[in-house]
């Protein structure tokens, strides 16, 4: 069974602060995503990478960045949180070949104060 | 205007009944068609994967695509209170790996026992 485990179940943070979620797949998939969740919006693409070190922008980049060292660790950082980034954080992960299947994993429920 | 249209519900029947929930997009570029649920508080899970038009079926579950309506159907048969759970339509063009899905913002469906 493909896992994808992020850091955090649920975070509360101050106006500010630097935050940093986590997000680790055990299949080797080549792709990886961050959304966020909010409700009557849906799920919205903030980053995603395809391969070690690359990344490319979603619909919704602004007060983010990405970290992706390794293929297995995919890394989503608010710089200086703010209250809209109040919301639940999904991280997903898919292969690179045919039916582009994408796992979740169980969500980060972000509060910031 | 969103390229991918639900209803939010919540939708609410009793156990056993018929459920349709429905998906209507506007980008006729789109070729792949998934179903996720998404119960409380964890991430989604991927149900039915259907590539272009037709029907796929799953034990209690259909899926059903017609492009020339832009629009995607699931059927769930006999109904159980398990089944209660958001649903996300989530759509694609093309199957290259390299790409974000566009969701739904989810149907939330309520199986009265």
């Known amino acids: 069974d493909v896992k994808v485990t992020q850091s955090s179940r649920y975070l509360v943070k101050r106006t500010g602060e630097k935050v940093f979620l986590e997000c680790v797949q055990d299949m080797d998939h080549e792709n990886m995503f961050w959304y966020r969740q909010d409700p009557g919006l849906g799920l919205r693409l903030i980053y995603f990478?395809?391969?070690?070190?690359?990344?490319e922008k979603g619909d919704i980049p602004e007060g983010y960045s990405v970290s992706r060292e390794k293929k297995e660790r995919f890394s989503l950082i608010l710089e200086s949180a703010s209250t809209n980034q109040t919301s639940m954080y999904l991280c997903?992960?898919?292969?690179?070949?045919?039916?582009?299947?994408?796992?979740f994993g169980p969500g980060t429920r972000l509060l910031v104060l | 205007q969103k390229e991918v249209e639900q209803d939010p519900g919540p939708l609410s029947v009793p156990e056993g009944a018929i459920v349709s929930l429905n998906c209507t997009y506007s980008?006729?570029?789109?070729?792949?068609f998934m179903w996720y649920r998404q119960y409380s508080r964890k991430g989604p899970e991927l149900l039915m994967y259907?590539?272009?038009?037709g029907n796929k079926e799953d034990g209690r579950f259909t899926a059903q695509v017609d492009k020339s309506s832009k629009y995607i159907s699931l059927f769930i048969r006999d109904s159980q209170p398990s089944d209660s759970a958001t649903y996300l339509c989530a759509m694609d063009e093309e199957n290259t790996g390299r790409r974000a899905l566009t969701f739904g913002s989810g149907t939330r469906l309520q199986v009265q026992p």
């Open positions: 980008n006729s570029a789109f070729q792949y």
């Open positions: 997903a992960s898919s292969s690179g070949g045919a039916a582009q299947t994408q796992y």
């Open positions: 990478s395809y391969d070690v070190k690359m990344k």
């Open positions: 259907t590539y272009s038009s």
